[in-house]
């Protein structure tokens, strides 16, 4: 009999951008992020220890990876063996449904369910606190999907940052998901950070702006004001794509149908509805809004673009870790 640890984790969509490192080892970021999780697009990892092996194995969707992922998660594994004063390897097995690489958030998903399941069979007992911090290590935006609702990740050195839950209230917030493309994009934002730091001289107004930009979110947060939210959020992702188009060579993931869906939104804003865009390392764009009026723009944005797929996700569950037996 084996015990295998399976974890539950969601992505989460930032209002506030993660866009830059103060340290490319730790994986610290140069300025605060927000986010929200989703309901949508689960990720369910499960892990268990072989004794017995040399090395660890992984599988994506019932496929062996390629070296590269695997270097990249053994690699993180290594982290929570040296924590355990464990050595064993690690058999892991990932289904993600959501599209890996296209600026959705899987490798939050991704990370999040492996800091959960790895830390439990590994025998550590970790808070959300040391929850966040490990995955952050994988992944910075991992941080904040160990958190149900919305999450502030904060900077700091290794012990200082970690994201935090904040209660929601009565809030009521939904994402209206339109994926324009879900192909794997073409620079990871991983390089694309690296490259706006070192080459984008809008990169340093950028971290002003944003940290600007936090204050003001946090404080439409409290009054659970959601058009001040969004008009934060709309602004703020769109400083992050300017800091990008600064960067030598221009990184630019918005297509010109990311630009049909943004003209389609502020037209719904100016019909009185309460929608704002963001958009991440992808042409992909998320339409923050009331629950109640999402299938209405849903509709309206399939019109604008029928061959996207269009789902509405709301606030989601932090990650969750269950035992069991093979
Ligand atoms: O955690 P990473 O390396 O996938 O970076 C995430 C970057 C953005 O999605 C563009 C912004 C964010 O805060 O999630």
Redesign the pocket.
Same mark, same amino acid.
């Not at 992944?139 to 991992?142: I, K, N």
């Given at each position: 009999m084996t015990t295998t640890f399976t974890a539950v984790a969601h992505p989460n969509i930032?209002l506030i951008?993660?866009?830059g490192k103060s340290d490319e080892e730790l994986i610290l970021p140069a300025s605060p +992020?927000f @986010?929200m999780t989703l309901d949508a697009y689960p990720t369910t990892t499960t892990v268990r220890l072989d004794a017995t092996a040399a090395e660890d194995s992984l599988s994506l969707d019932g496929r062996a990876a390629g070296a590269g992922q695997r270097a990249r998660v053994s690699a993180f594994l290594d982290l929570v063996r040296q924590r355990a004063g464990r050595r064993e390897r690690v058999v892991v097995e990932s289904r993600n449904t959501v599209p890996t690489g296209a600026?959705l958030?899987s490798?939050?998903a991704g990370f999040a369910a492996l800091a959960g399941a790895a830390s439990a069979a590994f025998g550590l007992d970790l808070d959300l606190e040391e929850l966040s911090r490990l995955a952050r290590r994988g +992944?910075? @935006?991992?941080s904040r999907s160990v958190h149900p609702g919305f999450a502030l990740w904060r900077t700091g050195d290794d012990a200082g940052s970690y994201a935090e839950g904040l209660d929601a209230g009565d809030l009521d917030a939904a994402l209206v998901i339109v994926v324009l493309n879900d192909a794997a994009k073409a620079v990871s934002?991983?390089v694309a950070m690296r490259a706006t730091a070192e080459t984008s001289p809008f990169y340093s107004a950028w971290l002003q702006a944003s940290n600007d930009d936090l204050d003001q979110m946090l404080a439409a947060f409290e009054a659970r004001d959601l058009d001040g939210m969004g008009q934060v959020a709309e602004r703020n992702a769109l400083r992050m794509h300017a800091s990008m188009l600064g960067a030598v060579p221009p990184i630019r993931y918005l297509g010109a149908d990311s630009f049909t869906v943004l003209d389609a939104v502020a037209a719904l804003r100016a019909e009185g509805l309460t929608a704002y865009a963001t958009m991440?390392?992808g042409p992909n764009v998320k339409v923050l809004c009331p629950a109640g009026q999402a299938s209405r723009i849903a509709e309206a944005l399939a019109r604008v673009v029928p061959a996207a797929s269009i789902i509405t996700a709301g606030m989601g569950p932090g990650v969750r870790v269950y035992s069991g037996e093979t």
């Open positions: 930032a951008k993660y866009w +992020s @986010s600026g958030a490798s939050a +992944s910075g @935006s991992a934002s991983r991440d390392a």
